[in-house]
């Protein structure tokens, strides 16, 4: 896996949206905090237009994300939010430049399809907070963002959860959001799970739902070989009139239950405010114990 050149004060940072619209007011805060850490903000064309729910037009996301990759200056994309929209442009953007010359793409949730598409190039991408929701992330967060980029090396230590599963793994860290890694089965984009650390997350899905997409998973091989599973923020779930009967913790432990590898649950990423940044793509080590997870970069 290739590593992209690390920030270092005075770079320029592109913020962008390949999904949902988003105004100028929604980005200040992120632009505020990018100025403090001695980095240059440079708003794409995306920034403040629409098209129905949309940042724009599909060719305006497509053309305002391909500059970005394609200009030597930029030295990392920070994905403005997510939403939905960047499974409908992911097909025409061209990678070639990027290819030789990497650069840290950011963000979570439907950004999701860009880490998954850039982990098949074999480059690293980083599964982080975004400025549409930085302002209440919590500070951790923040600093794991900031650490990240900047490339400090950081080592994350947190309390154990009631139903984890102990155990000890390495291996590349992959994932993101459930929904989209289950609408990318069978695409160019799906994931090789094969010996690596699967993280997942998911927001306002129906129990239901989860059950679906994880069996989808499994039947499209995705736990087979996996060293470890890290369960982020499983965040304001649904359930019908007539109960599903199971929480999202349940259904994840029922549908891994065949498998020995580690599972950590409430690890402080997704769609909470504990959303510290993963490197995807890093080579890493889980280990699972009674009373804590320690989760490091190899």
């Not at 050149?5 to 632009?31: C, P, Y």
């Not at 505020?32 to 996301?61: H, M, S, Y």
Request: glycine residues 8%; charged residues 25%.
């Amino acid at each position: 896996m290739f590593t992209p050149d690390f920030v270092k004060v005075g770079d320029k940072i592109a913020v962008i949206s390949t999904a949902r619209k988003i105004n100028m007011r929604e980005v200040h805060e992120a632009l505020v905090l990018l100025k403090k850490w001695g980095l240059t903000p440079v708003l794409g064309t995306t920034i403040g237009i629409e098209n129905n729910q949309f940042a724009g037009t599909d060719q305006d996301r497509i053309d305002d994300f391909q500059k970005m990759l394609d200009d030597e200056e930029i030295k990392a994309i920070w994905c403005a939010r997510g939403g939905y929209g960047t499974v409908r442009i992911i097909d025409q953007i061209d990678f070639s430049n990027f290819r030789k010359s990497p650069k840290w793409v950011i963000g979570y949730s439907d950004i999701t399809v860009l880490h998954s598409q850039i982990h098949t190039l074999g480059i690293r991408s980083l599964h982080a907070p975004m400025p549409i929701d930085i302002y209440k992330n919590t500070r951790m967060s923040q600093i794991s963002l900031k650490d990240t980029i900047f490339g400090k090396k950081i080592k994350y230590t947190i309390p154990t959860s009631k139903k984890n599963i102990k155990g000890n793994c390495t291996g590349q860290l992959i994932g993101g959001n459930l929904s989209i890694l289950y609408s990318l089965c069978g695409s160019p984009s799906s994931l090789d799970t094969s010996g690596k650390i699967l993280c997942i997350e998911d927001l306002d899905e129906y129990l239901y739902h989860i059950d679906r997409m994880l069996y989808n998973l499994k039947r499209n091989g995705y736990f087979d070989n996996l060293s470890g599973l890290i369960v982020g923020g499983m965040t304001k779930m649904h359930d019908n009139n007539i109960p599903f009967g199971k929480k999202a913790k349940r259904i994840i432990l029922d549908i891994v239950s065949e498998y020995d590898f580690p599972v950590a649950f409430k690890f402080p990423f997704g769609h909470i405010e504990d959303n510290r940044a993963l490197v995807f793509g890093a080579e890493a080590s889980l280990t699972v114990k009674h009373d804590e997870v320690v989760l490091e970069y190899i």
